[in-house]
């Protein structure tokens, strides 16, 4: 397939869209009608049917050199699909699909018992989605997980949940329970480094697990030491790891990665790594990038997440800049001319209310705690209240 000229294809109807295919692209995104067309190969209605046949003709570079071993086509390797058509499932029984992810938008049930989809991703939203699996590579649930109902399932090698989280709720979130997935052995957790956090005390119901990755805002560590026969265990992106157990609670632990994590808990893991070493042969594991909690607030916790527009754009921007600048500052006037600059940008954008008042007044709490030198809030406050006229 040459990638320098368009190419027709026949997806919803005959040469129903038109589409060119940058050099180097193996994947094809069908979006759905109404959505950001720069950032979707087609857009379709999400109601009407796919014909996944007209991607048989279609080969990457290997394939074509070994066409005789691909008599569907092998190309895209990679499908991203948001709609309702299930027939890619039948599709995939004589055409191998190595990644899909498929975001349904309607109630709907799929069948994956006999489908050959090596790594299956699923996001669901508002609409129930009832599934049956068959054997994957991987196979993640992504988004609204209460949302999915799971009644079979064959062998999984490695199971993914990342689920929506909120950005302010305190209250940690909890999986659904899903008896169908209590056999699998290798687990990956993800949600964002700062907001909601993820009550680890639901990996629970996943008794058989040897393999676990955690990534983001964790609670309840403690009690991942009733999963005693983890042999590997990962944690990113965590702020906090005061309750993590010690890594010799774990009578069969051969690997430890800890990457981007808390700065104190990170010091005390690197040297108990170090003596775990000493009694049982570890395979690779590692401790690196300790971070100071502020780090977390800084690079994920930006207050300007619901901003719009011009106005959005230059408060990031003014904010990465300043914690720049705090990070060098010596003194504490240093610091103070820094936050008055930053206070002051937002004097000439207009449409400053109380609800962006309130999301600078919060920058600026965070912002006070990036330098070395201490500045307490109340003195920050009142360099904040100073400086604006919001």
């Known amino acids: 397939m040459s990638r320098e000229e368009k190419m027709q294809l026949s997806l919803t109807g005959e040469n129903s869209h038109t589409v060119k295919i940058p050099p180097g692209q193996g994947s094809f995104s069908i979006g759905s009608i109404g959505m950001n067309a720069k950032k979707f190969d087609v857009l379709v209605e999400p109601d009407l049917p796919i014909h996944w046949d007209c991607f048989n003709s279609f080969f990457t570079g290997s394939g074509k050199t070994n066409e005789h071993l691909y008599p569907y086509g092998d190309w895209p390797r990679f499908f991203y699909y948001w709609g309702n058509d299930t027939n890619f499932i039948a599709w995939s029984q004589k055409r191998a699909i190595e990644d899909f992810t498929w975001s349904p938008n309607a109630p709907i049930s799929a069948d994956f018992t006999a489908s050959n989809i090596g790594r299956l991703i699923i996001n669901a939203e508002a609409s129930k989605i009832v599934l049956k699996l068959g054997a994957h590579r991987f196979f993640c649930i992504a988004g609204n997980l209460e949302q999915v109902e799971l009644i079979e399932t064959g062998k999984i090698d490695t199971l993914s949940f990342v689920p929506t989280v909120k950005q302010k709720e305190l209250t940690p979130y909890q999986l659904p329970v899903f008896e169908a997935l209590s056999d699998i052995d290798s687990l990956d957790i993800k949600v964002d480094p700062v907001g909601q956090p993820f009550d680890c005390e639901c990996l629970l119901q996943f008794k058989n697990l040897t393999s676990l990755s955690l990534s983001g805002n964790m609670t309840n560590l403690h009690c991942l030491t009733e ?31 800890g990457w981007n994590i808390e700065e104190s808990k990170g010091k005390l893991l690197r040297n108990e790594l170090k003596q775990l070493g000493k009694v049982r042969e570890l395979a690779y594991s590692s401790v690196s990038q300790l971070r100071k909690p502020i780090w977390f607030t800084t690079e994920y916790g930006i207050p300007f997440d619901a901003w719009t527009g011009k106005n959005a754009k230059i408060a990031i921007r003014t904010y990465k800049a300043t914690v720049k600048k705090l990070k060098k500052a010596k003194t504490t006037q240093e610091v103070k001319e820094i936050l008055t600059e930053f206070v002051g940008v937002f004097n000439d954008l207009p449409q400053i209310e109380t609800t962006e008042r309130e999301d600078i007044g919060e920058a600026v709490d965070q912002l006070r705690r990036v330098p070395t030198i201490e500045i307490d809030a109340e003195t920050a406050s009142q360099w904040f209240d100073a400086v604006r006229d919001y």
Request: charged share 15%.
């Open 227 to 257: 999963l005693q026969n983890l042999e590997s265990l990962a944690i990113r992106y965590a702020p906090n790891l005061e309750a993590l157990p010690t890594l010799q609670s774990w009578e069969k632990l051969t690997s430890f990665i």
